[in-house]
Each structure stands twice: as structure tokens, then as C-alpha cells.
């Protein structure tokens, strides 16, 4: 084909949708694995009450934003994999998958300390005395899933970087449909199985945690990968790659953490002092909230490893251009769900959680201020996952920290409390902190700084 055909079809707004949509469709799926389980567990919990509803909320999102810095290192595998793969060199998309792995091994350490720490965490938030106890249940469950979550998070990494997307939604579609007859067997006691409540609920996520990362480790293994990647063959243990991958990994892990933590902060500190009525409906607004946002995140990974491949080809005017384009996708998807929400919310959560009509009428209202920020979230999505193809994680950590903690949880409690706005004043600060943070995500997009960093030990001193 013709050299100038070929550059005008690359830029073609045709090919860049064809190719953000295959590879992040799956991906929607498969990113739907982790919220599909705790929406399932929220739903079968709520029938048992509100305590144990408002208590899995705070719960199960503390059990994932203690496991976030380790999650963010290991997730940059995808970085290396992506440009490793652009590179035309599949070796080393296998070497940094493995060091991925061994990486994970150290959430076991992670999982033993938060174990014994967990109670005074818990009693800290000062949640009422049965919502702390069933708090601490759910959690410690969840515990043992740190293991397999942080390694199917390296093996996740790695198909989506290859252009196999596919593999991790078949994987999450199977751990989803057996954590949802797990919950309902022992949630609830169903044929024969132990009524454990609560505990049900953390102990079928663990089963389907495991059974997802079993599955994703038997087909990086098997004889295709293999032969076209040498997955079995360079499994040896690498202190260069390893020390690569924690110098892009660790400010990502920072920034991660101390993201979803500010959350994290904001749920139990803030809205939870507030009372089980407004926390139950933060929690019930925050789960429709994944549910409408994970595909967005979804192509956020999928332009995360389109914009390493192009990186890795020296193709930078092509990952932006695609950039661009999953822009478009997420703002216009984003924005169709915010206006869904806010006129149907109210009764989407009678339908499906509560009959409680103050949880309903105030739940609905956290969802109506939510479709204000759509977009704005849709631009921070994106933003967030081209800087991470192209290793940008540093500026993003500092510009997480400075918002977040400066910002948004301070103007949280000034507003939720001092003005007594309460949980109505502190979404309203939620919904300016994503404001300001898109404005100082695209910004650092437009700089084009991202595409200057070197990522690979051996180039940088070259």
C-alpha cells in the first residue's frame, strides 16, 4: 500500500473507533467482574437489612483500597507489556508478566497485617457498634483474596497489552456467574449449603476471585502463549525488569491508593457519620455509580495499551489521535447514563434494594448531583489510562495527592459539616473535586510531556 494511504487510514476516524471499541469491548466485560460481585453482594445483603447493607459498603471498599498501591505497581505491567509487544519483542512481554507475579506474592504480607489491624482501623470510623462488628467480618473474609487478586491483576494486564482482550472477559463472565449462585447459597442457606449472611457474601467473592486468576495463569501457560511468547521459558526472576517495573509501578501505586483512599476517607469518615440512612444510600448510589462507569474504565485500560503499542512503534501522533477518540466514546456514553440515573434512579433503587423510602429519596438524590459530573469523570477515565500506557505516573500521583487531599476531602467536611450541608454538602464537593481534576488531567494530555518518558532501563542509557 501506498506510504501516505497507509498514514491517512491510520488517522482515520474509522479505523481509531474500530480499534479503541475491539479492544475495550471485551474488556467492558471483563472490568464488570470485580463491580458485578460487590453489586451482587450488596443486592442479596440488602434483603437482610439495613446495618448489613451500609456495613459491606464500607467494608468491601476498604478491603480494596488497602490492597491499591500493590494493585497499582503490578497493574504496570500492562505499561512494559504494551510497548514491549509495539516494540516486536513478545520475550519480554512474558519476562514482565512473570515479574508481575512474583510481585503479587507480596500481598500475602499485606493480607497477614491488615488482619490484625483491622479491628482498631474499623473502630476508628466510628460507625455504630453493630455495623463496625459486621464490618469486621466481612473484611477479614476478604482478606485471603488478596493473593489472587494481585496476581490476576499482572495476568490481566498482559492480554489486553497483546491485543487479547478477549481472554479476561471469559474469565470474569465465569467468576461472576459463579459468585452469583455462591452468594445465593450461602447468604442465604440454600440447599443444604450454611446460612452465613454476611459472611457468605465475602466468601463467595474469594471463591470467584480464585477461580478467575486459575483459569487466567492456565492460558498464559498453555501452548500458543508459549510458543509465540515463551511464557514458560522466561519465568526466571529479573531484578532489572523487577526494579523497571517498581520505578513506574510505585508512584502509580501511590496514586491509585491515595485515590480510591480519599474515597475510601470520604465514605466511612465523612458520609458515615452521617447515619446508616445516608450511608446505605452512598452506597446503594456509589454501586450504580461502577456499574455505569466501568466501561468507561474500561477503555480507559483498552487506550492505556493502545497508546504503549503506538509508543513502542514511535507512532505518538497516532496515540493521541486515538486518545481523542475514546474521548468522544466515554463522554457521550457517560453522559447517556447520567441523565438514565437521575430520572430513573429513585425507582431503580426501590426496585432492587430497598423499600425504605428515605434510603430511596436520598439515594436518588446523590444520583441525580452524579449526572452532573459525567463527562467530567469520562475525561479523568481516559486521561488517566493514556498517562499510564505512556508511563506517566508520576505527575498523575502528585496531581491525585494535591487535589484529593488539599481539595476535595477538606472541602468535604467544610461544606458536610461546618456549613451542615451534611451528605447533600459533601457530594456537592465530590462533584467540584472532579471538575478541577479533569481540568489538570488534560492538561498534562495536551502538554505532550507523556510522550517524552522513557520507561525501559536500557534506552534511557542509550
Request: proline share 3%.
Amino acid at each position: 500500500m501506498n506510504p501516505e494511504i497507509e498514514e491517512k487510514k491510520l488517522f482515520s476516524i474509522k479505523e481509531s473507533v474500530n480499534e479503541v471499541i475491539s479492544i475495550s469491548w471485551p474488556i467492558v466485560l471483563g472490568s464488570l467482574s470485580f463491580t458485578v460481585m460487590e453489586f451482587f453482594d450488596k443486592w442479596m445483603v440488602a434483603q437482610l437489612g439495613t446495618v448489613p447493607l451500609a456495613a459491606i459498603g464500607s467494608a468491601g471498599i476498604w478491603s480494596y483500597t488497602l490492597s491499591t498501591f500493590l494493585l497499582g505497581i503490578i497493574g504496570c505491567v500492562g505499561t512494559f507489556v504494551a510497548q514491549s509487544y509495539g516494540k516486536g519483542k513478545p520475550n519480554d512481554c512474558a519476562r514482565y508478566t512473570w515479574q508481575g507475579i512474583y510481585l503479587s506474592l507480596l500481598a500475602l504480607i499485606l493480607a497477614g497485617l491488615l488482619f490484625y489491624s483491622s479491628e482498631s482501623i474499623f473502630n476508628l470510623m466510628g460507625h455504630p457498634q453493630d455495623v463496625t462488628k459486621q464490618e469486621l467480618i466481612y473484611f477479614r473474609i476478604r482478606l485471603l483474596g488478596y493473593f489472587p487478586m494481585a496476581m490476576g491483576c499482572a495476568l490481566a494486564s498482559f492480554f489486553p497489552s497483546i491485543s487479547k482482550p478477549k481472554i479476561p472477559m471469559y474469565s470474569s463472565v465465569f467468576g461472576n456467574i459463579l459468585n452469583i449462585v455462591l452468594n445465593y447459597l450461602l447468604i442465604f442457606g440454600k440447599f443444604g449449603f450454611p446460612r452465613l449472611e454476611i459472611a457468605g457474601a465475602s466468601l463467595a467473592t474469594i471463591i470467584s476471585q480464585w477461580a478467575q486468576t486459575i483459569l487466567l495463569f492456565a492460558i498464559f501457560l498453555n501452548s500458543h502463549h508459549n510458543k509465540k511468547f515463551g511464557t514458560r521459558k522466561y519465568f526466571h526472576f529479573s531484578w532489572r525488569r523487577t526494579r523497571e517495573l517498581i520505578r513506574i509501578g510505585i508512584p502509580a501505586g501511590i496514586g491509585m491508593f491515595l485515590d480510591i483512599c480519599n474515597w475510601s476517607i470520604f465514605t466511612s469518615f465523612v458520609i458515615g457519620r452521617f447515619g446508616a440512612v445516608s450511608l446505605a444510600s452512598h452506597n446503594i448510589a456509589i454501586s450504580f455509580m461502577h456499574l455505569c462507569f466501568m466501561p468507561a474504565v474500561a477503555v480507559s485500560i483498552g487506550i492505556s495499551a493502545i497508546v504503549g503499542q503506538w509508543l513502542g512503534r514511535g507512532k505518538i501522533r497516532v496515540a493521541k489521535h486515538r486518545v481523542f477518540v475514546a474521548f468522544g466514546i466515554c463522554i457521550c456514553y457517560m453522559v447517556t447514563m447520567g441523565i438514565i440515573l437521575g430520572i430513573l434512579g429513585g425507582k431503580l433503587i426501590f426496585f432492587l434494594f430497598t423499600k425504605d423510602p428515605e434510603v430511596v429519596r436520598f439515594g436518588h438524590l446523590l444520583l441525580i448531583l452524579a449526572a452532573f459530573f459525567q463527562a467530567f469523570d469520562a475525561v479523568n477515565i481516559v486521561c488517566l489510562g493514556a498517562l499510564r500506557g505512556a508511563g506517566d505516573t508520576r505527575w498523575v500521583m502528585w496531581t491525585m495527592v494535591i487535589v484529593a487531599y488539599t481539595f476535595f476531602l477538606p472541602l468535604s467536611y467544610i461544606m458536610g459539616f461546618i456549613l451542615k450541608l451534611g451528605a447533600i454538602g459533601a457530594w456537592l464537593a465530590a462533584t467540584a473535586y472532579i471538575l478541577v481534576l479533569s481540568i489538570s488531567l488534560i492538561y498534562r494530555f495536551l502538554s505532550e510531556k507523556w510522550s517524552k518518558i522513557v520507561i525501559f532501563t536500557e534506552e534511557a542509557k542509550a
